[in-house]
């Protein structure tokens, strides 16, 4: 435990480092805020726009989750199919390894003109750069499934469904969850991405309109929101990831204590 509080101080300490070395770095050069806003600009300026920057979070945080949500459902199925079989993983990969390389920006002019602007792109967008991060990492951890217990299975009469049930899924968790904090946080960049081409409404809107108009503290401040949100997140599904797959890590906690 002393080495958890040890590393958790640790990392405040770097974060308010970083924060007050850019202050400070802001005002020995006397950097303006067109620039480069101080922390202290930013923060002031969150809670002097916080009322109209609701909207915008509460709209992107939505369509994050929505099409996360989406993406996450899509990648697991895909991702079994692909990791239970060794032919599909061989025919498979290859092109979604091609389509994860696109970039995702040039996919969101097509969402427009299939749908129109607004929040159906957006949802598309992160769902679309959702689905890869957990496609590999379930079809991996299915795929890197001990032999040993499988063979024991079927000695036991155990159908392939409950192999795949028993075995299977269950050693693919640490590898799902791990997929699931990459893709949460790839998410909200979709999100911005297509709130920023084609949105109406949402950070990525907002921080455009607000750089257009030099308002860099503003965009900054929508940085600021992102970064929240995802880490938020992150540390959401890291506490779940901890709940569900605490038997992965008893060797780490055993090195902590």
Same mark, same amino acid.
């Given at each position: $435990?002393?080495?958890?509080?040890?590393?958790?101080?640790?990392?405040?300490?770097?974060?308010?480092?970083?924060?007050?070395?850019?202050?400070? &770095?802001?005002? #020995?050069?006397?950097?303006?805020?067109?620039?480069?806003?101080?922390?202290?600009?930013?923060?002031?300026?969150?809670?002097?726009?916080?009322?109209?920057?609701?909207?915008?979070?509460?709209?992107?945080?939505?369509?994050?989750?929505?099409?996360?949500?989406?993406? *996450?459902?899509?990648?697991?199925?895909?991702? $079994?199919?692909?990791?239970?079989?060794?032919?599909?993983?061989?025919?498979?990969?290859?092109?979604?390894?091609?389509?994860?390389?696109?970039?995702?920006?040039? *996919?969101?002019?097509?969402?427009?003109?299939?749908?129109?602007?607004?929040?159906?792109? #957006? *949802?598309?967008?992160?769902?679309?750069?959702?689905?890869?991060?957990?496609?590999?990492?379930?079809?991996?951890?299915?795929?890197?499934?001990?032999?040993?217990?499988?063979?024991?299975?079927?000695?036991?009469? &155990?159908?392939?469904?409950?192999?795949?049930?028993? *075995?299977?899924?269950?050693?693919? $968790?640490?590898?799902?969850?791990?997929?699931?904090?990459? #893709?949460?946080?790839?998410?909200?960049?979709?999100?911005?991405?297509?709130?920023?081409?084609?949105?109406?409404?949402?950070?990525?809107?907002?921080?455009?309109?607000?750089?257009?108009?030099?308002?860099?503290?503003?965009?900054?401040?929508?940085?600021?929101?992102?970064? &929240?949100?995802?880490?938020?997140?992150?540390?959401?599904?890291?506490?779940?990831?901890?709940?569900?797959?605490?038997?992965?890590?008893?060797?780490?906690?055993?090195?902590?204590?």
């Amino acid at each position: $435990m002393k080495r958890w509080y040890k590393e958790r101080f640790a990392s405040t300490a770097l974060i308010v480092g970083f924060f007050l070395v850019w202050e400070l &770095a802001c005002v #020995a050069f006397g950097i303006s805020e067109i620039v480069l806003p101080r922390p202290s600009q930013i923060i002031v300026t969150l809670f002097d726009r916080w009322p109209a920057l609701v909207p915008h979070t509460v709209q992107t945080l939505y369509t994050t989750l929505v099409g996360f949500a989406l993406g *996450v459902g899509i990648g697991v199925v895909i991702g $079994m199919i692909i990791g239970s079989s060794r032919v599909a993983y061989d025919v498979a990969f290859p092109l979604l390894v091609g389509l994860s390389s696109i970039p995702k920006v040039a *996919v969101v002019p097509i969402f427009v003109l299939w749908f129109g602007a607004g929040t159906v792109p #957006a *949802v598309l967008t992160a769902m679309v750069i959702s689905i890869f991060p957990v496609v590999v990492n379930v079809a991996t951890g299915l795929a890197t499934t001990e032999p040993e217990l499988e063979d024991v299975l079927r000695t036991l009469r &155990a159908s392939r469904t409950d192999i795949l049930v028993n *075995v299977g899924l269950p050693r693919a $968790m640490p590898y799902f969850f791990a997929s699931l904090k990459v #893709a949460v946080t790839l998410a909200f960049v979709g999100s911005v991405i297509a709130e920023t081409v084609a949105g109406n409404r949402g950070i990525g809107n907002m921080m455009l309109i607000a750089s257009a108009n030099f308002n860099v503290p503003l965009t900054f401040a929508g940085l600021f929101i992102l970064a &929240a949100m995802g880490i938020g997140l992150y540390l959401v599904f890291a506490a779940i990831e901890k709940r569900v797959t605490g038997w992965a890590n008893r060797k780490a906690e055993l090195a902590m204590g």
